[in-house]
């Protein structure tokens, strides 16, 4: 086993044992085609359909309102479902960054944030994701990352902040950031699109509890869901597309692929990120791949693990400056390095938090003041006139800390950072005068980078290496794109690209 694969509980071993666990639980069984008719509980076709539309979207995140209005630009007839009483699921509250190297407003060329490019993008998801990325998948989304933005703003009428961001991982300023800072912002664009295209409704409280396909040679035929007024089967005409997101909120499941990510951990996603999507889509034959990769989010709130608007602040104010302190008040890994590698290096500090301390002059390249001021009155920010007085409330020894600074304001004036080889760039500023903020941060389960395996096309892959007829999914519910650890702000290009090559070609189908 590989350090790699040690470090994320990734090997071979556990991989399999998962799996094999999966296949072989009895309510998993291809409909109507008996294998082991001991171990495999063998559902039956209905004998009728309840309704039907041309494409059903499973899911109302980034990808499944993608899928949505492509495919009703098409003139598809669309069902869209979420199990959740609210739609928009992980995507209504992640974070609002949106990687892409060029776009309409040119905001890093305007603000002149140095060089960027496609190449650059793909190159930096690649190692970001130690090259176990499928290489055709993320060239896909460099290339349209910026045009799916553009469309979004467009289209969708969205409002960017006037910023962008270098975020751990990367090698540019690319992480552009919505109004409110939330993922909210590209859900109502979506949304906005998808209504506009003629989608009527989402079916909230509707979940998915089968995929009915015939055999292993014939196309998925509908779906099983339990709703409000009981069970219903709905016909697919023309395709299926999966857009439900990951397990992150699934212990179980979590524990089966990567034992390392135990219950000790929160996560940041809502309740409905369960994965049972993904055990119903192998049910029918569909490969997996990478289910052992598993983020944490560095920079959590301590205490609940969620990831609000502060929780924020540690990943973007390093490329203004900003810096990260361990409970001794002393940095202890390079503030632009990956998710996986901050998490591994705060868990390794030997306290319970580890913490972001800016300054005044940070906030505009970031947020709003106002913003701020809102996370003093809520207890998430701190803020004083001195060093001495931000280590008195962050918990950390005085002189410490302010040694830390000093040192670090040295290494930035010198442009070499000898401790942990952090890459300086002419917008970082030094902490010199007040006031002073910090936030509190400490890991929690964010997103996984494994899923189903798909094709350039976004078509479900079958274990036998050939597409599943009229089945296409999109998102965090596939794998392959982001290799064993996701670059922060790749997600929402990742869902929304490939929701909208899943709607364009679902509506292709033939019914």
Same mark, same amino acid.
């Given at each position: 086993?590989?350090?790699?694969?040690?470090?994320?509980?990734?090997?071979?071993? @556990?991989?399999? #044992?998962?799996?094999?666990? +999966?296949?072989?639980?009895?309510?998993?069984?291809?409909? $109507?085609?008996? $294998?082991?008719?001991?171990?495999?509980?063998?559902?039956?076709?209905?004998?009728?359909?309840?309704?039907?539309?041309?494409?059903?979207?499973?899911?109302?995140?980034?990808?499944?309102?993608?899928?949505?209005?492509?495919?009703?630009?098409?003139?598809?007839?669309?069902?869209?479902?979420?199990?959740?009483? &609210?739609?928009?699921?992980?995507?209504?509250?992640?974070?609002?960054?949106?990687?892409?190297?060029?776009?309409?407003?040119?905001?890093? *060329?305007?603000?002149? %944030?140095?060089?960027? @490019?496609?190449?650059?993008?793909?190159?930096?998801?690649?190692?970001?994701?130690?090259?176990?990325?499928?290489?055709?998948?993320?060239?896909?989304?460099?290339?349209?990352?910026?045009?799916?933005?553009?469309?979004?703003?467009?289209?969708?009428?969205?409002?960017?902040?006037?910023?962008? &961001?270098?975020?751990? $991982?990367?090698?540019?300023?690319?992480? !552009?950031?919505?109004?409110?800072?939330?993922?909210?912002?590209?859900?109502?664009?979506?949304?906005?699109?998808?209504?506009?295209?003629?989608?009527?409704? +989402?079916?909230?409280?509707?979940?998915?509890?089968?995929?009915?396909? #015939?055999?292993?040679?014939?196309?998925?035929?509908? &779906?099983?869901?339990?709703?409000? %007024?009981?069970?219903?089967? +709905?016909?697919?005409?023309?395709?299926?597309?999966?857009?439900?997101?990951?397990?992150?909120?699934?212990?179980?499941?979590? #524990?089966?692929?990567?034992?390392? &990510?135990?219950?000790?951990?929160?996560?940041?996603?809502?309740?409905?990120?369960?994965?049972?999507?993904?055990?119903?889509?192998?049910?029918?034959?569909?490969?997996?791949?990478?289910?052992?990769?598993?983020?944490?989010?560095?920079?959590?709130?301590?205490?609940?693990?969620?990831?609000?608007?502060?929780?924020?602040?540690?990943?973007?104010?390093?490329?203004?400056?900003?810096?990260?302190?361990?409970?001794?008040?002393?940095?202890?890994? @390079?503030?632009?390095?990956?998710?996986?590698?901050?998490? %591994?290096?705060?868990?390794?500090?030997?306290?319970?938090?580890?913490?972001?301390?800016?300054?005044?002059?940070?906030?505009?390249?970031?947020?709003?003041?106002?913003?701020?001021?809102?996370?003093?009155?809520?207890?998430?920010?701190?803020?004083?006139?001195?060093?001495?007085?931000?280590?008195?409330?962050?918990?950390?020894?005085?002189?410490?800390?302010?040694?830390?600074?000093?040192?670090?304001?040295?290494?930035?004036? *010198?442009? #070499?950072?000898?401790?942990?080889?952090?890459?300086?760039?002419?917008?970082?500023?030094?902490?010199?005068?007040?006031?002073?903020?910090?936030?509190?941060?400490?890991?929690?389960? !964010?997103?996984?980078?494994?899923?189903?395996?798909?094709?350039?096309?976004?078509?479900? +892959?079958?274990?036998?290496?050939?597409?599943?007829?009229?089945?296409?999914?999109?998102?965090?519910?596939?794998?392959?794109?982001?290799?064993?650890?996701?670059?922060?702000?790749?997600?929402?290009?990742?869902?929304?690209?490939?929701?909208?090559?899943?709607?364009?070609?679902?509506?292709?189908?033939?019914?």
């Amino acid at each position: 086993m590989s350090d790699q694969n040690a470090a994320s509980g990734c090997g071979r071993r @556990s991989f399999m #044992k998962g799996a094999l666990a +999966i296949a072989a639980a009895p309510a998993f069984a291809l409909n $109507g085609f008996r $294998g082991d008719a001991e171990a495999a509980a063998v559902r039956m076709l209905p004998k009728q359909w309840d309704e039907e539309a041309d494409i059903v979207i499973v899911g109302s995140g980034f990808a499944g309102l993608s899928a949505a209005a492509e495919a009703a630009s098409r003139g598809s007839s669309i069902m869209i479902i979420e199990k959740m009483p &609210i739609y928009g699921g992980n995507s209504r509250i992640n974070g609002g960054g949106y990687n892409a190297w060029t776009d309409m407003l040119k905001l890093r *060329e305007t603000l002149k %944030r140095g060089e960027d @490019s496609a190449d650059l993008h793909y190159q930096d998801t690649l190692k970001g994701g130690d090259y176990y990325n499928m290489p055709e998948l993320v060239r896909i989304l460099v290339d349209n990352a910026p045009v799916a933005l553009d469309w979004m703003l467009k289209e969708g009428d969205l409002k960017l902040k006037n910023v962008i &961001i270098r975020i751990g $991982g990367h090698s540019a300023y690319r992480d !552009h950031v919505t109004l409110d800072g939330t993922g909210r912002g590209y859900v109502d664009a979506l949304k906005k699109i998808a209504e506009r295209n003629g989608v009527k409704k +989402i079916r909230l409280r509707t979940k998915l509890t089968w995929i009915w396909r #015939k055999d292993p040679a014939s196309p998925v035929l509908g &779906i099983e869901v339990d709703t409000p %007024r009981g069970t219903r089967n +709905i016909r697919v005409k023309k395709a299926l597309v999966l857009t439900s997101g990951g397990f992150s909120r699934d212990l179980q499941m979590r #524990k089966m692929f990567n034992p390392n &990510i135990s219950d000790a951990y929160n996560s940041t996603n809502q309740p409905g990120a369960t994965g049972e999507v993904i055990r119903y889509a192998q049910a029918i034959g569909a490969d997996v791949l990478q289910l052992c990769f598993i983020q944490l989010y560095p920079t959590a709130d301590p205490d609940s693990g969620t990831l609000d608007k502060y929780a924020l602040y540690p990943s973007r104010m390093p490329s203004y400056g900003g810096i990260f302190v361990d409970y001794k008040g002393k940095r202890f890994v @390079s503030e632009l390095e990956r998710r996986d590698v901050v998490s %591994r290096a705060e868990i390794n500090s030997g306290g319970k938090r580890a913490f972001t301390v800016f300054t005044d002059k940070m906030i505009p390249n970031v947020t709003t003041p106002e913003e701020v001021q809102n996370g003093i009155a809520a207890g998430r920010v701190w803020k004083a006139s001195t060093l001495a007085d931000l280590a008195r409330q962050m918990g950390v020894p005085a002189t410490a800390l302010e040694e830390t600074i000093a040192r670090h304001n040295q290494f930035l004036k *010198e442009g #070499k950072d000898p401790q942990f080889n952090k890459p300086f760039t002419p917008q970082m500023q030094a902490i010199g005068e007040g006031p002073y903020y910090s936030v509190a941060q400490w890991p929690s389960v !964010h997103h996984c980078m494994g899923g189903l395996r798909i094709n350039p096309q976004a078509q479900v +892959i079958d274990i036998w290496g050939q597409p599943i007829p009229r089945l296409y999914a999109a998102g965090e519910v596939t794998g392959g794109v982001h290799g064993s650890n996701r670059l922060g702000a790749n997600a929402s290009p990742d869902a929304i690209v490939f929701g909208r090559i899943a709607g364009a070609n679902a509506a292709r189908e033939k019914e």
